[in-house]
């Protein structure tokens, strides 16, 4: 099956920073990436997306890059603000289904 | 439109007790999914149906899981009898479908405590 590693799973950053978090998957069949955001009491909620066709795609302040060959894709927020501390979760389509990564808890300090 | 809706938000329970959760897709969506999410084991798939016929249940962890979706608008998990293990909090998501990169909704949640 597929297996999702995520890094890191704790990350603090001050506001204006920049924050990169980073996924690896192991099948290289896997072709739809989505970043989920997930705030405390909430469900996760998509925020952006990338398909294998495309090595990078961008939404404001939100950015994933995607690495096929090396079989990893990274989200990175910009200006970080602290609206953006939340739960973040990489996941990748397998078969028809989404395996999802371990989630990164990001923190934005004022 | 309200988005996907759970029941119960929260339930606290005692070991060998029956429990449902409950969920209402988003309407027109077609696809659902119930997921379970723990500290240790992440966002776990249990269940998905599609036209409210169960497709994919190998997420399920054992036979005092059941799920069913008898219209397209009303799902329930039932755990019987319940564990202190099963303590978890249970989502259920909605998409249309057709096409499976169609954005999943998940709902808020169903936050279960078994004593």
């Known amino acids: 099956g597929e297996n999702v590693e995520q890094h890191p799973s704790t990350l603090s950053v001050q506001e204006g920073d920049s924050a990169v978090i980073k996924c690896t998957y192991s099948?290289?069949?896997?072709?739809?990436f989505p970043w989920y955001k997930q705030e405390l009491g909430k469900g996760p909620q998509l925020i952006i997306d990338?398909?294998?066709?495309?090595g990078e795609k961008k939404d404001q302040r939100i950015a994933v890059t995607l690495n096929k060959t090396a079989k990893h894709f990274s989200l990175h927020i910009t200006e970080a603000q602290p609206e953006d501390s939340a739960v973040y979760f990489c996941?990748?389509?397998?078969?028809?289904?989404?395996?999802f990564g371990p989630g990164t808890r990001l923190s934005v300090l004022p | 439109d309200a988005g996907v809706i759970q029941s119960p938000r929260h339930e606290v329970t005692e070991m060998g007790q029956e429990v449902t959760l409950r969920c209402k897709p988003i309407s027109g969506h077609n696809s659902l999914f119930w997921y379970r999410q723990t500290m240790m084991r992440g966002l776990e798939l249990l269940i998905y149906f599609n036209n409210n016929v169960p497709i994919d249940d190998s997420g399920m962890p054992e036979d005092r899981f059941s799920a069913k979706m008898p219209n397209a608008s009303f799902s329930t998990l039932k755990i019987q009898p319940s564990e202190p293990r099963d303590s978890a909090v249970y989502f259920c998501?909605?998409?249309?479908?057709?096409?499976?990169?169609?954005?999943?909704?998940f709902g808020p949640g169903t936050r279960l405590t078994v004593l």
């Open positions: 996941a990748v389509l397998y078969g028809q289904n989404f395996v």
């Open positions: 998501a909605s998409r249309t479908s057709g096409w499976v990169y169609n954005e999943q909704f």
């Open positions: 099948d290289s069949a896997s072709n739809y």
């Open positions: 990338i398909r294998s066709n495309v």
